[in-house]
């Protein structure tokens, strides 16, 4: 008894959006058709809109969140070298070191199949996207890092040069007493 329930149910769906169809037709003018595709427009067009102004926003929100995590990142790096400890302004340079040197080493093993077992080999090569990620990680943060240090520098000096060039203008533009 239930496929009779299925069948007349989907000869029911068929039957009532034809008979809407031809109701719709019979009774909506063109010109209320032509209407309605214009609010349909209107609403699809301003959805549009709003979803393009959300994106900006979000990109924008993104973009301060980023440059906050930089300035965080960098007022850490600079406590630390501001620390007395020989560790805590080394450890950028020793992690680089030492991650180059495990890297270069386990490599050589990749490459050269020096007495390592299929096993091992196969292990080993299961680490290879680990271990990339991780050196594109340190030599970006290192090499990334320096580069933002050596550019606050830069700016911090361009900074102070048109302070004193804006004090001598404006001396100069005094006139004399006397």
């Known amino acids: 008894m239930a496929w009779y329930s299925k069948i007349f149910s989907a000869v029911g769906v068929d039957l009532a959006s034809t008979v809407g169809k031809v109701i719709d037709e019979l009774v909506t003018s063109d010109e209320e058709m032509a209407l309605t595709k214009n609010q349909k427009l209107k609403i699809q067009t301003a959805y549009e809109v709003r979803m393009r102004e959300l994106l900006v926003k979000l990109d924008n929100q993104q973009a301060k969140h980023e440059e906050n995590l930089e300035s965080e990142l960098t007022g850490r790096l600079k ?13 950028r340079p020793m992690a680089l070191i ?27 090569k299961e680490w290879i996207p680990f271990f990339s ?12 890092s320096r580069g933002i240090e050596k550019v606050q520098k830069i700016r911090a000096a361009g900074i102070t040069e048109r302070e004193k060039a804006k004090k001598q203008t404006s001396s100069i533009d005094q006139e004399p007493k006397g």
Do not use: C, P, R
């Open 79 to 91: 406590l630390d070298m501001k620390s007395d400890s020989w560790l805590s302004k080394n450890v």
């Open 98 to 124: 030492f991650m180059t040197i495990t890297v270069s080493i386990l490599a050589f093993f990749t490459v050269f199949d020096s007495a390592l077992t299929e096993i091992q080999l196969k292990s080993l």
């Open 133 to 144: 990620t991780l050196m594109m990680v340190i030599y970006g943060f290192y090499f990334g």
